[in-house]
C-alpha cells in the first residue's frame, strides 16, 4: 500500500489508488468535472490539477495519475492555484453568462468552482462559440453552448446504461456532444445525464423553469415505481412534488434512479381522488366519509371479507387491513394482482437472495423469464458490472435488448430440467452461480427454477444464487405480512367485501362482492369500485417498504394529500370503529408497534433475513413464455399512467410517435 | 462551425443508400482488411472500411465519395460497433466527407507556411475558375475546401486533389492544373516546378560534392 504524503500529512492510500483519491482520503477537496466515481477515467477538464514531486515540474491531472509509494502531493501550493485559475478561465471562454436563466443555477458544479477556485474575472474578449441545442428526447433537455465536454454523459451511456447512443462529433473547438443523429435517447436510465452533467448543458425536460434548488422541501423516501427500492429525495414546494433525485445507497441504487422514478411524479397531482365516492344506481357519486362508511357498513359481510393490495403501497397500510380483516375473522389476504400462486411459505425461496450489490460478484448468470431491464432497471445494471468482471449470462425467453450480451437459449420453460451443456459447464466452473427468475417464469417454472439449486449448486458457504425478481413495491412487505394466499387470488374472489388497496390491475369481473377501493388515483380500481375512500401516494405518506432483496426502508412524507384524502391506515382506523371493530391503535406509531410485534423483521431498517428452507415442490418446468410480464415500462402502475410525461416516453420511446422538437 | 457540412436530407439518403452493400471487389478487400486485426478487436477497422467504403460510393456516384448515414451504418453492422462510435470517427477526420462533393476534391491548404508562400494566390486561382469554398461547382466537377496543414510545408502553397498533392503552386499553375483535370486531362502530381520531392530548387545548394558519388568532408573541416 503506497505511502504518499499529500500537503505535508503522510497517508497510506489502497493499490491502485489515484492521486485524486489520495487527496480526498487525506481530506482534501479536489475541484474536478470529468472524474466521476462511476464512471471510467477521461482526464479531459484538467480542473483536478495537483503539483506531484518527484515528477516533472508542471501540474498534473491528479484523476488520472496513480498515487505511487513516496510520493509528494501539494494541492495549496501557488503552481496549482495558479493551474486551476487557469483552466477555470479557459473552461469560461466559450461558456455563456447565462446563469440567471439556467436550470442549474444553485447546484452548478461550475458555479461552484468558479467562485472558489477561479479569477473573478475574464480577459476574453473575442465571441465566445456557439453550440445548437440537440434533441436527446422526453426527459433531457439540452443547451449544447454550456457544455464543457466533461463527456461524463457519453461515459454513462456506454458503460452504464449500455445504450451507446451519446457521442461527441467533430472535433477541436467544433466539437460537440449529441444523441446519434439527434434521436431521442432509447434508455430507461437517460435522467441521470441530467445529474451528472456538471454543468446546465443537459438539464431536465420535464423540470424545466419550475424552481430553485434552494425553495425546494428535501424529503428522504423510498420509490415505489418498482421493486428495488430506490433511495430518492423527493424536492417539494408548497404542496407539490416537483422532482425526484436518487439518494446515494450503495446497496441498492447506487447513485443512479430510472425515468419512470424521477418522473412520474407529475402524476401525482393528476387523476387523484380527492373525496370518497359511493356507487348509486350504477354510477359513482361524492360522497361525505360517513356516508362512505355507512355503506360499507350496510354490506353486513361478517367474516366473508377480503384485502387485495396493490403495488405501490406500505406495509403500514398493509398490516392496518389485516388488522382490520383479523378483527371481522378473515385472513384473505393477497398482494399478487394478476393471479400469479407461487409458494410463498418460505420467503427465501422468492428472495432476491444474492442481493442487488452481490450480483456484481456473480461469474455465471442465467436469467429465466425474466425482462430484467424493465422488471428491475438498477439489478440490470448491476449485472452489466458483472459482466465486465467476467460474468457468462445465458437466460431463457424471447429474445429481447437487456443493453448486454446474452446467449439466449430458448424460450421454453422445460429447458429448466434439460439444460444445454454450455450452461452446466459454465456453472460447474463457476465459483458464485446466481440463477434469476422473473415474474414471467415463477408460473410453471418455481418447482424447476428451485431444483437448480442442488443441480447447478447455487446454494454455498455465503453465497446464495437463488433470486427471484419482483416487480411491486409492495410485494415483499406483503409476503412477509401474509399477503398470499395458497390458490392466489382465486381464493378470495368469493368475499362478500373487498378491500382493494390501490389494486390496478386486478380483473374486477371475477370478483361479485362489494368493491371498496382505498387508493389514490382514479385507475381501473376506482373505476371499477363500489366505494372509493381516498388514500395517499408514497409522496403524501410515511411508510416501509421491503424491497426486492428483503431490506426495509422507510421513507418520510413530502407533501400533504389533496382533498379529503387521508392516510390509508387512519382510514382503516376510523371504519373499524363505524365497523364495530375498534383496532388497538390510534396512532402512525402505535400501528408501527403493533406491525413489528406481528413481523418483527420489519422493525429494523435492515436487510431482514429469511432462513433459506426452500418449499419442496414438484413439477417440472412447463409452459412457453410468450413475453415478459411488464408490457410497457412507463405505465406500469396509477401514478405513471396518470403523468404526462411518462406517456410522452411510452408514445415516443416505445411507439415510436414522432415528437418533433418544432412541436413544443 | 464556420463552415458545417450540409448534410443531405435522412430520408433521401437513406431510399438512395439503404441497401449498400460491398462490390464483389470491395468485399476482398473487406475481408482482408478485417483480417489484418485479432477477433474482438474489429472496431479497428473502422478507418479502413470508411475509406473503402467512401471509395465505393465514389465510385458508384462518379465523385470522390462521401459517406451517407445508411453507409456509416453497413460499415458499423460489419464491425459490430454502436453506429454512434462510428459515427464519430466519420466526423472527427476531415478526410471523410459528411455530404457530396464533386469529381475533384480540391483541398487547398491555408496553414502559415502555405499562406506566406501565396496560398491566397491559389484560392484566388479557384475561384476565378469558378470554385466556392465548401461547395460543388454546377457541372459537378470540382468541391474546393480550405484545409488545415496537410504536412507539405516545405513544398508550399500545395493542394491534395483527390488522393494526389499539387506543390509549389501560384496563380498560373493552379488554373493551369484546374484546366487540365477539367479538360479530362491528367497533371503530374508533385512539385510544379520540376524539383524532386523537397529538393532545392535549382538543384543542390548545400553537399555538392556529394551529388555524384560519396565524399569525405571530414578533411575539408578547419
Not at chain 1, 500529512?9 to 483519491?21: C, D, K, M, Y
Not at chain 1, 406500505?314 to 392496518?320: F, G, H, Q, R, V
Not at chain 1, 370478483?511 to 395517499?536: E, M, N, R, S, T
Not at chain 2, 469554398?133 to 496537410?150: A, I, Q, R, W
Request: net charge negative.
Amino acid at each position: 500500500m503506497p505511502l504518499v504524503k499529500v500537503d505535508g500529512v503522510e497517508i497510506e492510500v489502497p493499490q491502485g489508488a489515484t492521486v485524486l483519491q489520495a487527496c480526498e482520503l487525506a481530506g482534501k477537496e479536489i475541484p474536478r468535472f470529468c472524474y466521476h466515481e462511476r464512471l471510467s477515467i477521461a482526464g479531459n477538464c484538467r480542473m483536478c490539477l495537483v503539483e506531484v514531486k518527484p515528477g516533472p515540474p508542471k501540474p498534473q491531472a491528479s484523476c488520472a495519475l496513480p498515487a505511487a509509494d513516496k510520493q509528494e502531493i501539494f494541492t495549496n501550493s501557488p503552481m496549482v492555484k495558479n493551474a486551476r485559475e487557469g483552466i477555470m478561465e479557459f473552461l469560461l471562454i466559450n461558456h455563456p453568462l447565462d446563469c440567471p436563466i439556467c436550470d442549474q443555477g444553485g447546484e452548478c458544479d461550475l458555479q461552484d468552482q468558479s467562485v472558489a477556485y477561479g479569477r473573478g474575472h475574464s480577459r476574453y474578449d473575442e465571441n465566445k462559440r456557439a453550440v445548437t441545442e440537440k434533441y436527446m428526447g422526453p426527459i433531457v433537455k439540452t443547451v449544447m453552448t454550456r457544455c464543457i465536454q466533461c463527456t461524463r454523459c457519453i461515459r454513462f451511456a456506454e458503460e452504464v446504461s449500455g445504450v451507446e447512443e451519446i457521442g461527441a462529433i467533430f472535433r477541436g473547438e467544433d466539437m460537440q456532444i449529441t444523441s446519434y443523429l439527434e434521436n431521442a435517447v432509447k434508455s430507461e436510465l437517460s435522467g441521470n445525464v441530467v445529474d451528472l452533467c456538471p454543468v446546465g448543458a443537459l438539464t431536465s425536460k420535464p423540470y424545466a423553469f419550475e424552481a430553485r434548488p434552494w425553495e425546494l422541501r428535501k424529503t428522504l423516501t423510498i420509490d415505489v415505481m418498482d421493486a428495488v427500492g430506490t433511495n430518492i429525495r423527493l424536492d417539494s414546494r408548497g404542496r407539490q412534488v416537483l422532482r425526484c433525485v436518487p439518494r446515494i445507497n450503495e446497496d441498492v441504487n447506487e447513485e443512479w434512479a430510472t425515468d419512470k422514478t424521477r418522473h412520474a411524479i407529475d402524476g401525482l397531482v393528476r387523476r387523484r381522488l380527492d373525496k370518497p365516492y359511493v356507487r348509486v344506481n350504477g354510477k359513482l357519486v361524492p360522497a361525505t366519509w360517513d356516508e362512505a362508511f355507512a355503506a360499507i357498513k350496510a354490506v353486513n359481510a361478517g367474516s366473508s371479507v377480503a384485502a387485495v393490495a396493490g403495488d405501490l403501497v406500505d406495509c403500514e397500510t398493509m398490516y392496518a387491513a389485516k388488522a382490520l380483516l383479523a378483527k371481522m375473522g378473515s385472513s384473505l389476504l393477497e398482494g399478487r394482482q394478476t393471479g400469479m400462486d407461487y409458494d410463498a411459505t418460505s420467503i427465501a425461496a422468492v428472495n432476491f437472495n444474492t442481493t442487488i450489490a452481490g450480483t456484481e460478484r456473480a461469474d455465471a448468470i442465467l436469467l429465466v423469464g425474466t425482462n430484467l431491464r424493465w422488471e428491475a432497471p438498477l439489478v440490470n445494471t448491476r449485472v452489466r458490472k458483472a459482466i465486465k468482471k467476467g460474468a457468462k449470462v445465458f437466460a431463457i425467453g424471447p429474445e429481447t435488448d437487456l443493453t448486454y450480451k446474452v446467449e439466449w437459449l430458448g424460450d421454453d420453460l422445460a429447458l429448466l430440467g434439460a439444460l444445454p451443456e454450455a450452461v452446466t459447464e459454465a456453472f460447474g466452473k463457476a465459483e458464485r452461480p446466481m440463477v434469476i427468475v422473473g415474474g414471467g417464469a415463477l408460473k410453471g417454472g418455481h418447482a424447476a427454477a428451485l431444483k437448480l439449486v442442488d443441480t447447478l449448486g447455487l446454494v454455498k458457504d455465503g453465497w446464495n444464487g437463488f433470486n427471484v425478481v419482483h416487480m411491486a413495491a409492495s410485494r415483499m412487505g406483503g409476503l412477509m405480512l401474509g399477503y398470499a394466499q395458497k390458490g392466489g387470488i382465486a381464493d378470495v374472489m368469493g368475499a362478500k367485501l373487498g378491500f382493494f388497496l390501490g389494486a390496478d390491475e386486478v380483473d374486477y369481473s371475477k370478483f361479485a362482492g362489494f368493491k371498496v377501493f382505498v387508493g389514490h388515483h382514479g385507475d381501473k380500481g376506482a373505476a371499477a369500485a363500489d366505494v372509493i375512500l381516498p388514500g395517499v401516494t408514497y409522496a403524501e405518506k410515511s411508510g416501509t417498504w421491503v424491497n426486492l432483496e428483503g431490506r426495509v426502508q422507510r421513507g418520510e412524507r413530502a407533501v400533504f394529500a389533496p382533498g379529503d384524502a387521508r392516510d390509508d391506515w387512519s382510514i382503516f382506523r376510523a371504519l373499524s370503529d363505524t365497523l364495530g371493530h375498534t383496532l388497538p391503535f390510534d396512532s402512525f406509531e402505535g400501528l408501527r408497534e403493533e406491525m413489528y410485534a406481528d413481523v418483527p423483521a420489519l422493525r429494523h431498517q435492515a436487510l431482514a433475513t429469511f432462513e433459506w428452507n426452500p418449499p419442496s415442490l414438484t413439477g417440472a418446468g412447463e409452459g412457453v413464455l410468450a413475453g415478459y410480464p411488464i408490457k410497457d415500462f412507463y405505465l406500469t402502475n396509477a401514478i405513471c399512467r396518470a403523468s404526462p410525461t411518462m406517456q410522452r416516453c411510452s408514445a415516443e420511446l416505445l411507439h415510436g410517435e414522432d415528437y418533433a422538437e418544432a412541436a413544443e | 462551425m464556420a463552415e458545417a457540412p450540409k448534410i443531405p436530407d435522412e430520408a433521401e439518403t437513406r431510399a438512395r443508400w439503404g441497401s449498400f452493400a460491398w462490390t464483389d471487389e470491395n468485399q476482398v478487400k473487406a475481408n482482408e482488411i478485417l483480417g489484418r486485426y485479432p477477433k474482438g478487436r474489429e472496431q479497428s477497422a473502422s478507418i479502413p472500411l470508411l475509406d473503402l467504403a467512401q471509395r465505393q460510393v465514389g465510385a458508384e456516384t462518379q465523385t470522390q465519395g462521401w459517406l451517407p448515414v445508411p453507409v456509416i451504418e453497413f460499415v458499423a453492422r460489419q464491425i459490430s460497433v454502436p453506429y454512434m462510435r462510428v459515427y464519430e470517427v466519420v466526423t472527427f477526420y476531415t478526410m471523410f466527407n459528411l455530404a457530396p462533393v464533386g469529381r475533384f476534391h480540391v483541398q487547398v491548404c491555408g496553414t502559415t507556411p502555405c499562406m506566406l508562400r501565396g496560398s491566397d494566390d491559389v484560392l484566388a486561382a479557384c475561384k476565378n475558375r469558378g470554385l466556392v469554398k465548401g461547395g460543388t461547382t454546377p457541372d459537378g466537377m470540382f468541391t474546393l475546401t480550405e484545409v488545415e496543414c496537410l504536412g507539405t510545408c516545405a513544398n508550399a502553397p500545395m493542394v491534395q486533389i483527390n488522393d494526389d498533392n499539387f506543390e509549389d503552386l501560384d496563380y498560373d499553375k493552379t488554373t493551369e492544373i484546374l484546366e487540365a483535370l477539367a479538360n479530362g486531362g491528367h497533371p503530374t502530381p508533385g512539385p510544379q516546378f520540376g524539383r524532386r520531392a523537397s529538393c532545392p530548387e535549382g538543384g543542390p545548394t548545400s553537399l555538392k560534392a556529394m551529388v555524384d558519388a560519396n565524399h569525405d568532408y571530414r578533411g575539408e573541416w578547419a
